[in-house]
C-alpha cells in the first residue's frame, strides 16, 4: 500500500506545481489555448461535439461507480462480509466520498459555480466577449458553470480512489492516465486552461488523500494501539 500512497502523492505534487506555475505566470494559459486555437476558421483544434460526448461519457462512468459502491456497501452489510476480497466498508465509502466531496460538492457545486472565470471560448482573445482572468483569482466574467476547475477532469482524477481502496498502483496509475487524457480533450476543445484541469487534479487527488488517512489509516492505527499489551508491573521484592 505504501507504494500506492507514494505514487498517489507524487502526482499531487505535480499538479501543485502545474498549478501555482500558471498562477504565477497567467500568460501561459494563454499562450497554450493560442497553440490549440485556428484563426482562420476561429476554432480549437478539437470539436465541441466531441468535447460534450467525452463530458458525457466521464458523467456516466462517475455515476456507475458511484452506484457500484453503494450496492456492494448495502452487500456487504446485508451478507456480513466484503463481497469482493479486501473491499471492506471503509474503502467503499472512500470511493463513494471521493465523487460526491472532489468532483461533486467542491468541483461543481462550489468552485464552477461560483469562482466566475470565463471559459478560453468566451474571453475576447478567441472570439468571445470576457476578460480573461488568472486562475485561482475569484473573477465575474462567468454567471455559472464556469471554467475554473474542470468537473470532467475532477471527475476522471477521481478513478485513482478506485486504486487506493484496493490497494493497486496499476489502477492509480491508470486514472493519472485518464485524467491526463480527458484534460488535454477539455484544453484542445477551448473548454478550459491548463490551470483549470491542474487544480481538478490537485482537489480529487487532496480529496482521495485526506479520505485516505480519515478511513483507513487512522482507524487502522488506533486499533494497532488498542491491541497492543500493555506493560506488566514487576512485583517489588520485600
Known amino acids: 500500500m505504501a507504494h500506492v500512497r507514494r505514487l498517489l502523492w507524487m502526482a499531487i505534487g505535480a499538479a501543485a506545481a502545474v498549478g501555482a506555475f500558471f498562477v504565477l505566470f497567467p500568460t501561459l494559459d494563454l499562450a497554450v489555448s493560442r497553440l490549440a486555437y485556428r484563426s482562420p476558421p476561429g476554432e480549437f483544434v478539437l470539436p465541441r461535439y466531441g468535447a460534450l460526448l467525452l463530458s458525457r461519457l466521464v458523467s456516466i462512468s462517475c455515476g456507475l461507480a458511484v452506484i457500484g459502491a453503494l450496492v456492494l456497501l448495502v452487500a456487504n452489510r446485508v451478507v456480513g462480509r466484503p463481497i469482493l476480497r479486501g473491499i471492506d466498508g471503509p474503502r467503499l465509502v472512500l470511493i463513494l ?16 459555480r461560483y469562482w466566475g472565470r470565463a471559459r478560453p471560448i468566451e474571453i475576447r482573445q478567441f472570439g468571445g466577449e470576457a476578460q480573461f482572468s488568472r486562475a485561482a483569482v475569484p473573477a465575474t466574467q462567468c454567471p455559472r458553470n464556469c471554467s475554473f476547475p474542470s468537473g470532467d477532469a475532477a471527475a476522471a482524477f477521481a478513478f485513482a480512489a478506485v486504486g487506493v481502496a484496493t490497494g493497486s498502483s496499476l489502477v492509480v496509475g491508470a486514472a493519472l492516465v485518464v485524467g491526463v487524457a480527458v484534460s488535454a480533450v477539455r484544453v484542445l476543445s477551448g473548454a478550459h486552461f491548463v490551470s483549470d484541469v491542474a487544480f481538478s487534479a490537485l482537489l480529487s487527488l487532496l480529496t482521495i488523500a485526506v479520505l485516505d488517512r480519515l478511513l483507513l489509516r487512522r482507524p487502522r492505527a488506533a486499533a494497532g494501539r488498542r491491541g497492543s499489551p500493555g506493560r506488566v508491573a514487576q512485583p517489588s521484592s520485600a
Open 97 to 112: 466520498l471521493t465523487f460526491l466531496v472532489g468532483p461533486g460538492l467542491i468541483v461543481n457545486s462550489t468552485l464552477k
